[in-house]
């Protein structure tokens, strides 16, 4: 299966740590976007790159928060000094860019749990 | 600004008869519209999208939504609900141009009972 994989799967981190997720895109997708899902609610967008590029962050991503995608293949996420607010479900997806099809469906991988102690 | 509004946070349904998840719109430009699913410790998946083609727009498992443009709404519906159906169920905003970043409603607890 060539899906959007992310890793780990699962982080538990006592407050304060630095913690970083990885994502892996599909492979001929140039688009890749983080959001943030906590508990009963919908997922909220974070930023996304083309290519290497990022080209949008919003306002949530505070400044303990930085990611990358340095050669605009896969992209980490790090999130320094954690607090416990930072505890969610980090998802990753990947698109095509809208100029080769009409649709601009995102595919999401399995997301990365957060729990901060 | 774009913004949806899931209009249910729960909806029960017995199995076999008709589903109704109800989603509106707010938009300042032409918007595309999904409904995604996920189910328990999986991935968001795409049920279902519109994209300015046919109003009317049929997606995987039987499901389907109807974009009305003067009211707003974009509700998803099946005939005949089945136990795998249970999930949560999201309708999904973006605009073209707007680098298609996905605004989510709050989600909407499908419970399929026998």
């Known amino acids: 299966d060539t899906g959007v994989s992310q890793n780990p799967r699962h982080k538990i981190t006592k407050r304060g740590q630095n913690v970083t997720f990885r994502c892996d895109p599909i492979?001929?997708?140039?688009?890749l976007y983080w959001y943030r899902q906590t508990l009963g609610q919908g997922p909220e967008f974070l930023t996304y790159?083309?290519?290497?590029?990022?080209?949008?962050k919003s306002r949530l991503l505070s400044d303990r928060f930085s990611a990358e995608r340095p050669k605009g293949s896969f992209s980490t996420l790090e999130i320094q000094r954690t607090e416990q607010g930072d505890s969610a479900m980090y998802l990753c997806?990947?698109?095509?860019?809208?100029?080769?099809?009409?649709?601009?469906?995102?595919?999401f991988g399995p997301g990365t749990r957060l729990t901060v102690t | 600004a774009q913004s949806v509004t899931q209009l249910d946070s729960h909806v029960s349904v017995s199995e076999g008869t008709p589903v109704l998840l109800r989603c509106n719109y707010s938009?300042?430009?032409?918007?595309?519209l999904f409904w995604y699913v996920q189910h328990p410790n999986k991935g968001l998946q795409l049920l279902l999208k519109?994209?300015?083609?046919?109003?009317l727009v049929k997606g995987i498992n039987g499901f389907e939504a109807e974009f009305k443009k003067s009211e707003t709404s974009f509700h998803l519906t099946k005939p005949s609900a089945h136990m795998s159906d249970a999930a949560e169920y999201f309708c999904?905003?973006?605009?073209?141009?707007?680098?298609?970043?996905?605004?989510f409603g709050t989600g909407t607890q499908l419970k399929v009972e026998l």
């Open positions: 492979s001929e997708h140039n688009r």
């Open positions: 519109y994209t300015s083609a046919a109003t």
């Open positions: 999904v905003v973006s605009i073209t141009g707007g680098g298609n970043k996905l605004t």
């Open positions: 938009s300042s430009y032409s918007p595309s």
């Open positions: 997806a990947s698109s095509i860019p809208p100029e080769a099809t009409s649709s601009y469906e995102q595919y």
């Open positions: 790159f083309q290519n290497e590029a990022q080209l949008e």
